[in-house]
């Protein structure tokens, strides 16, 4: 089974519909995160949470609203869905290593392709 | 702010050659982290390789090395005896130590050629 997890993996919407894009891990990583790839850009973040209760904005917020349910569970929201949100979006979780010189890397998930029309 | 620019878009290779793709990055930092990862054509981003900046020694995994040139900024990836599964898209990255936003190149796509 994948350690990370995100449903639907694809989805196609129209302008101004509310979409939740989940992501869900086995890892027991304490931080997840959400990112947006285009072409062209790579991938930018979105919004990355370290704990259940704390909640952080990434280089390209607006337009999108987060919610840690569980240190397992990271959703995201598109609340009024535009066009030019259309993209592949990916989850990713690390457990950061907290002391010593080592960061923990970042696992990702099978990403969501998002359409709005 | 950090970026990090791949200069190649798309590369080939004939298979069994050797491939060295290039990242150069801007940041005022002294200790981060650089790392390459792999996207193949089922779109799950694979991490390939890992380097901590305050290593002077270049990180390799198998057929893939890197060269971490800290004074030019650069952080090239080598791929050694090139497969068929090679073939993806590549992205270099950036992450500030302690801090969780990652910095991503726009990627290379990388082929293969049989």
């Known amino acids: 089974d994948a350690d990370v997890t995100q449903t639907p993996r694809n989805r196609i919407t129209k302008t101004g519909k509310r979409i939740m894009l989940e992501c869900s891990q086995t890892?027991?990583?304490?931080?997840m995160y959400w990112y947006r790839q285009d072409p062209g850009l790579g991938l930018r973040l979105i919004y990355y949470?370290?704990?259940?209760?704390?909640?952080n904005k990434g280089e390209i917020s607006d337009g999108y609203s987060v919610s840690r349910q569980a240190q397992a569970k990271f959703s995201l929201s598109l609340e009024s869905a535009i066009p030019n949100q259309t993209a592949l979006y990916f989850c990713?979780?690390?457990?950061?290593?907290?002391?010593?010189?080592?960061?923990?890397?970042?696992?990702f998930g099978p990403g969501t392709r998002l359409t709005v029309l | 702010a950090q970026t990090v620019t791949q200069s190649q878009p798309e590369m080939s290779v004939q298979e069994a050659e050797t491939v060295t793709l290039s990242c150069t990055y801007d940041t005022s930092e002294n200790n981060y982290y650089l790392f390459w990862y792999k996207q193949p054509p089922s779109r799950q981003m694979i991490l390939v390789i890992r380097q901590e900046a305050y290593k002077q020694q270049n990180a390799t995994e198998n057929r893939f090395s890197v060269n971490f040139q800290k004074a030019a900024k650069s952080f090239s990836l080598k791929i050694s005896d090139s497969q068929l599964g090679d073939t993806a898209m590549y992205f270099c990255a950036f992450m500030k130590k302690r801090w969780d936003d990652m910095r991503f190149g726009a990627g290379t796509r990388l082929t293969v050629k049989p």
């Open positions: 990713a979780t690390s457990d950061w290593a907290g002391t010593g010189e080592v960061a923990d890397t970042q696992y």
């Open positions: 949470s370290f704990d259940v209760k704390d909640i």
């Open positions: 890892k027991g990583h304490d931080r």
